[in-house]
């Protein structure tokens, strides 16, 4: 799975576990942490991607916060 990619759609997050969920937080938040440093020295090729990966961050955070309040339908908790 890539991050900032249409892979990492809200349907494929349900089905992680938990653990999956924050593995996944964390490779986007670093990889979001180079993108920035790649546009702060003006190497950053692709701005868009920035976009696309802080979109992934909000999903695995609102999958989250779903789980925790228990709505929506995980299939983890199942």
């Known amino acids: 799975m890539a991050i900032g990619t249409n892979e990492l759609a809200s349907a494929q ?3 992680f576990d938990d653990d999956r969920l924050v593995d996944e937080l964390r490779k ?3 990889e979001l942490f180079n993108l920035r440093f790649q546009s702060a020295t003006g190497q ?9 990966v802080r979109k992934d ?3 695995i955070y609102t999958e989250m916060h779903e789980r925790a309040l228990g709505i929506g339908r995980a299939k983890a908790a199942e």
Do not use: P
């Open 57 to 59: 961050i909000a999903r």
């Open 44 to 52: 950053l090729e692709n701005h868009g991607r920035l976009r696309a």
């Open 13 to 15: 997050l349900r089905g």
């Open 28 to 30: 986007a938040k670093e």
